[in-house]
């Protein structure tokens, strides 16, 4: 017999309101802007199927993440065996502009880093996962998730420091 | 330069915030997705939505049977929406579709153009003889009343006073399973979950 306070879970909605961003946020970081949507989706479709099994203590974000982690590298995988257009394009209706609008060369300097290093970075920095966590996700050393991480931080630093060339530099105000 | 800083996550976030912070508009359609998706897959136990009355907002929730809940705003919520959560399931997700017939409805009810309601009803969450009274309650015609004892006459147990005022008090589904035309002997309104007022106004509605 269990107490029934133990067993009470959030309405899955408050977990969809709560996390929906920063698993989006994780799932652009990892894959671009352009498969986050249907990670995002996978990753949510999977986490409400299974939902009544989590223990009701358990770390939902976490939980989320480590969903979204095999999505996204399923994701990755199709990306990657993918060499013609696929034949069912998602069925979506197109966003205008590149959402986050205005940062091209982020967006780039981020897809530009080995997918390891954009997981560490992601799962690290944007959902503050722990790396002995990530190192687990990944299959490595938390030793080794720590230095894709901190390498990954490092690139994108370097990549997205004002120049010294100033003549690229014009976009960051341009939107003020 | 230090040789190996680590970077705290502020700083990182604000590095990512200009490509991955704007992420509320994709959100919108994506909970949408979501929703449908849950729906085709039978994963999605309880939709809700919440929709504007002339007595409040109401949360109407509904499970694969039908209607589950009808709850007023004063009865909070999130509170219901925890306690469905609970007791249903809590694969709930914010899913107007499948209310939207129940919406339809009591638009037209307000609207005073509908006079009964012809919905599939789960009464999953009431048993026995509060059960009973509430299959009672549709029995009570479009702007007719009957008393507490009258109900618990028609229920079959004729001494069941105070359990029909429970039942009413505890009806799952207010407004759509009418409570509000049970009313005291004396003709005073009673009490009424979603506050007198309430019930003053669906009368009113109903006596138009």
Known sequence: MQPRQLATKKPFEAVVQEQGATVLRVCRAVLGVHDADDAWSDTFLAALQSYPALPAGANVQAWLVTIAHRKCVDHLRAGNRRALPTDNPPEQSSRLGIPGGGHPELLDAVAHLPPKQRQAVAYHYIAGMPYKDIAELLGVTPEAARRSGADGVKALRAALAPKPVLAHSSPKGDSK | MTLDPSPDLAEVNQLLTPTFGDVEPALASL??????????????????????????????????????????????????????????????????????????????????????????????????????????????????????????????????????????????????????????????????????????????????
Do not use: M, W
């Not at chain 2, 939207?100 to 638009?107: K, V």
């Open chain 2, 31 to 208: 909970h949408a997705r979501l929703a449908r998706d849950a729906q085709l897959l039978h994963t999605l136990d309880v939709a809700y939505r919440v929709v504007d009355s002339p007595v409040g907002k109401l949360l109407l929730a509904a499970t694969d049977r039908g209607i589950v809940r009808v709850a007023f705003e004063r009865e909070n919520h999130t509170d219901i929406l925890q306690v469905l959560a609970n007791t249903i399931s809590p694969r709930i997700l914010e899913a107007p579709t499948r209310l939207d017939n129940a919406a339809r409805q009591l638009d037209e009810y307000f609207s005073g153009i509908r006079k009964e309601f012809d919905l599939v009803l789960d009464f999953r969450l009431t048993r026995g003889f509060r059960l009973s009274v509430l299959q009672h309650l549709p029995r009570i015609a479009y702007g007719e009343t009957e008393s507490y004892a009258e109900v618990a006459r028609a229920a079959g147990s004729p001494n069941a006073v105070r359990a029909v005022g429970s039942a009413c008090a505890t009806n799952p589904l207010p407004v759509i399973v009418p409570c509000h035309r049970v009313v005291k002997s004396d003709g005073s309104f009673g009490g009424y979950l979603g506050g007198s007022e309430a019930k003053r106004a669906l009368l009113t509605l109903e006596a138009a």
